[in-house]
């Protein structure tokens, strides 16, 4: 099993910038992908940012040259800079490992002035 615990978010003014933290724990040693999600009101869960341990890191198109996802061993942090009001949303981390994911609680990432 392996535990998932995010933090950081909050709100931030238009052109801000925050860092997402996310720590797993237990069976870290399965784990093969770290990834962001975010959800807006009335909209699907959609992936951020993924990073693996085979491949670089791969970003949605609307997050591209802003955002940044790096890991260290099991942490992984989602650094968002040039922040948009259309990003705010909760943002979930979500850890793969073996064929199974793990999901964190969410942190609320509010853009606004």
């Known amino acids: 099993q392996v535990q998932v615990v995010e933090s950081g978010g909050g709100l931030v003014q238009p052109g801000g910038s925050l860092r997402l933290s996310c720590a797993a724990s237990?069976?870290?040693?399965?784990?093969?992908?770290m990834a962001w999600f975010r959800q807006s009101p009335g909209k699907e869960r959609e992936l951020v940012a993924v990073?693996?341990?085979?491949?670089s890191p791969n970003y949605a198109d609307s997050v591209k040259g802003r955002f940044t996802i790096r890991r260290d061993n099991a942490n992984v942090y989602l650094q968002m800079n040039s922040l948009k009001p259309e990003d705010t949303a909760v943002y979930y981390c979500?850890?793969?490992?073996?064929?199974?994911?793990?999901w964190g609680q969410g942190t609320q990432v509010t853009v606004s002035s």
């Open positions: 979500r850890v793969t490992w073996g064929v199974s994911h793990s």
């Open positions: 237990g069976s870290i040693f399965s784990i093969n992908a």
């Open positions: 990073i693996t341990t085979r491949s």
